[in-house]
């Protein structure tokens, strides 16, 4: 069946690097684009980004600067890499299948030294 | 960048009642309009695709429809399994979430 699963640190220094992993089962990268959705507790959805099934990506203007998506379609892995990290991007990141149909668990960052 | 303006923002209401939750569009999104519900702790589930669709498991007292640029998700007979926070998606232009209804109990 098809499944998504985030992955990540937990806990990153401010000005840090975020690296988290959504690892998917069920489904082809190849056929399917994988998107990054972010939650602040208590806040409404953000979409971060976006890996499309052609290896391409979109971002959020709002994160160009420092978000960079990637994939590794041999080990069904999507990445996302974001600096410069500060407190207000402490949340929970989400990866999602391209129809917003199949959601991972979600996995919480924190932003703290 | 698309606006989605959603109202209300909290909505009280009893089992059995009829309730409509909208967002408007700021600019034309067709019909490119998503509903999700989420429940505390959990991941966001999709309700409606393409305005009016019904999703895959989603039980038929929920409905989506659409007005010119403004877009309602309506649920009939609430039950309390529907306490929840629902949030509109537009994928027209990249995509933009609504800042969500929350959905309890009066």
């Known amino acids: 069946q098809v499944q998504l699963k985030e992955s990540g640190p937990g806990l990153v220094q401010p000005s840090q690097t975020l690296s988290l992993t959504c690892t998917v089962s069920?489904?082809?990268?190849?056929?399917?684009?994988v998107h990054w959705v972010r939650q602040h507790s208590g806040k409404s959805l953000e979409w971060m980004g976006r890996?499309?099934?052609?290896?391409?990506?979109s971002y959020n203007s709002a994160f160009t600067s420092r978000l960079s998506i990637s994939r590794d379609t041999s080990k069904s892995q999507v990445f996302l890499k974001m600096n410069s990290l500060q407190t207000e991007d402490t949340g929970t990141y989400y990866c999602?299948?391209?129809?917003?149909?199949?959601w991972g668990p979600g996995t919480m960052v924190t932003v703290s030294s | 960048d698309i606006q989605m303006t959603q109202s209300p923002s909290s909505l009280p209401a009893s089992l059995g009642d009829r309730v409509t939750i909208t967002c408007r569009a700021s600019?034309?999104?067709?019909?490119?309009l998503r509903w999700f519900q989420q429940k505390p702790g959990k991941s966001p589930r999709l309700m409606i695709y393409?305005?009016?669709n019904l999703a895959a498991g989603v039980p038929s007292r929920f409905s989506g429809s659409r007005s010119g640029s403004d877009y309602s998700l309506t649920i009939n007979s609430l039950e309390s399994e529907d306490m929840a926070i629902y949030y509109c998606?537009?994928?027209?232009?990249?995509?933009?979430f609504g800042a969500g209804t929350k959905l309890e109990l009066k």
């Open positions: 998606l537009q994928h027209n232009e990249y995509h933009t």
């Open positions: 069920g489904f082809s990268l190849t056929s399917y684009s």
């Open positions: 890996m499309w099934s052609d290896g391409d990506t």
């Open positions: 999602a299948r391209r129809d917003f149909d199949f």
């Open positions: 393409g305005a009016t």
């Open positions: 600019q034309d999104i067709g019909n490119y």
